[in-house]
C-alpha cells in the first residue's frame, strides 16, 4: 500500500491563479480531510469528507473548495489564491474502524507571492 | 469554541533528561485524545486515549488521560536526539470525526 500520497510536494503561485492539490489513498478509508498547518498554530481542518459524494467545512474553509467523487481521491481546489494561503497543506485520511486516528500524507508547501 | 492547547511550545533539554508535555482540552462532545510526533514531514501517530487514568506506553514514551480535569500528559523518559521534533496533541469530538489539534509543543534533545 501506498498510504496517502499528495502532489505536487512543492507549488509557488501568484496572486488570484487556481490550483489543485492532490490527495488519493489506496487503503480504503471513508474519511479524509484537508489541513493546513501555519508556524505556531497546529494543523487547523479545512474541509472534510465522510464518505463519497459527502463532504463538509472544516475550522478554516474559505478559498478552498473540495469534492469526492470517489473513496480514493480528495482534492482540494484553490480558486483565486492569496498570500494569506501561504502553508502547508496536508491530507488525511481514517479507517473507520480505528475511530480519529489519522493518517497523514507527506504535505504540500504552498507559497503564494 | 473548541480549544486544544498544549505547553510548553518549546523545550530544550540535554539528552538523558526525562521531559512531560502538557495538553489542555475545551471541546464540545469529546471522544478521545491523540498524540503525534512530527519530524521534518506528516505527523506520525503515537497514542490515542479515551479513559480517564489508564496510561499507555511505547518504549520510553507514556501517556494519560484525565478526563475530570480535561488534560492529558506525554511522557518521555532516557531522552535521545531522535526524540527531537513537534509533538502535537489533537481532541476527536464525538459523531463528526474530526480532530482539533493544539498548536504543538518543539522538543530538542541535546546530545
Known amino acids: 500500500n501506498a498510504g496517502v500520497t499528495q502532489t505536487p510536494k512543492f507549488q509557488v503561485l501568484k496572486t488570484g491563479q487556481s490550483m489543485t492539490l492532490q490527495c488519493a489513498q489506496d487503503?480504503?478509508?471513508?474519511?479524509m480531510s484537508w489541513y493546513r498547518q501555519d508556524p505556531g498554530m497546529g494543523l487547523r481542518l479545512i474541509h472534510y469528507?465522510?464518505?463519497?459524494?459527502?463532504?463538509d467545512q472544516g475550522e478554516v474553509p474559505n478559498g478552498y473548495n473540495v469534492s469526492r467523487s470517489t473513496t480514493e481521491d480528495f482534492p482540494l481546489r484553490l480558486l483565486s489564491a492569496a498570500p494569506s494561503q501561504t502553508s502547508v497543506y496536508f491530507c488525511?485520511?481514517?479507517?473507520?474502524?480505528?475511530?480519529?486516528?489519522?493518517?497523514f500524507g507527506p504535505g504540500t508547501r504552498l507559497t503564494v507571492l | 469554541e473548541d480549544k486544544v492547547v498544549q505547553s510548553p511550545l518549546s523545550l530544550v533539554v540535554h539528552e538523558g533528561d526525562t521531559v512531560t508535555l502538557n495538553c489542555s482540552y475545551e471541546?464540545?462532545?469529546?471522544?478521545?485524545l491523540l498524540w503525534y510526533k512530527q519530524e521534518k514531514k506528516a505527523p506520525t501517530f503515537l497514542f490515542m486515549l479515551?479513559?480517564?487514568?489508564i496510561e499507555k506506553k511505547s518504549g520510553r514514551l507514556s501517556s494519560i488521560l484525565d478526563k475530570k480535569e480535561l488534560f492529558s500528559i506525554l511522557n518521555i523518559t532516557a531522552t535521545q536526539t531522535g526524540d527531537s521534533a513537534v509533538y502535537l496533541c489533537?481532541?476527536?469530538?464525538?459523531?463528526?470525526?474530526?480532530?482539533?489539534f493544539g498548536q504543538g509543543t518543539r522538543l530538542t534533545i541535546n546530545p
Open positions: 488525511a485520511s481514517t479507517p473507520t474502524s480505528s475511530y480519529n486516528e489519522q493518517f
Open positions: 487503503m480504503n478509508h471513508e474519511y
Open positions: 469528507s465522510v464518505g463519497a459524494g459527502i463532504t
Open positions: 471541546v464540545t462532545n469529546f471522544r478521545s
Open positions: 479515551t479513559s480517564s487514568g
Open positions: 489533537a481532541a476527536a469530538l464525538q459523531g463528526a470525526q474530526k480532530l482539533v
